[in-house]
Nanobody
Framework: QVQLVETGGGLVQAGGSLRLSCTAS?????MGWFRQAPGKEREFVAA????????YYAHSVKGRFTISRDIPNNMVYLEMNNLNPEDTALYYC??????????????????????WGQGIQVTVSS
């Protein structure tokens, strides 16, 4: 069982930036971020595969958020810029244990992930 621990959330003004970090206790193939705002369903934000060019972003964050990974240390980061109040949510780190870079799979569905962090709050004030 791989455990995920998120850090870096907090309160920021609109237009500001935050960086989320997530550390996995073991090896994973895909690591990503989802978020859930009050009264809304959990939604995909960004993900990055361990091998190859598999990097995915939700349309709502593309160009503002950047996901990166530190493979040797089992970490994933989410650099969030130009934040707006609609980005306010509980952000979850997620990881998939296995994958195949040749499969063409796009890892944007929650059901594709095996492990989840506890979530970390990001609040953007207007």
């Amino acid at each position: 069982q791989v455990q995920l621990v998120e850090t870096g959330g907090g309160l920021v003004q609109a237009g500001g930036s935050l960086r989320l970090s997530c550390t996995a206790s073991g090896r994973t193939y895909v690591m990503g971020w989802f978020r859930q705002a009050p009264g809304k369903e959990r939604e995909f934000v960004a993900a990055k595969e361990q091998i190859g060019a598999g990097t995915y972003y939700a349309h709502s964050v593309k160009g503002r958020f950047t996901i990166s990974r530190d493979i040797p240390n089992n970490m994933v980061y989410l650099e969030m810029n130009n934040l707006n109040p609609e980005d306010t949510a509980l952000y979850y780190c997620a990881a998939a244990r296995d994958g195949n870079p040749a499969s063409g799979t796009v890892y944007i569905q929650a059901a594709q992930y095996d492990y989840w962090g506890q979530g970390i709050q990001v609040t953007v004030s207007s």
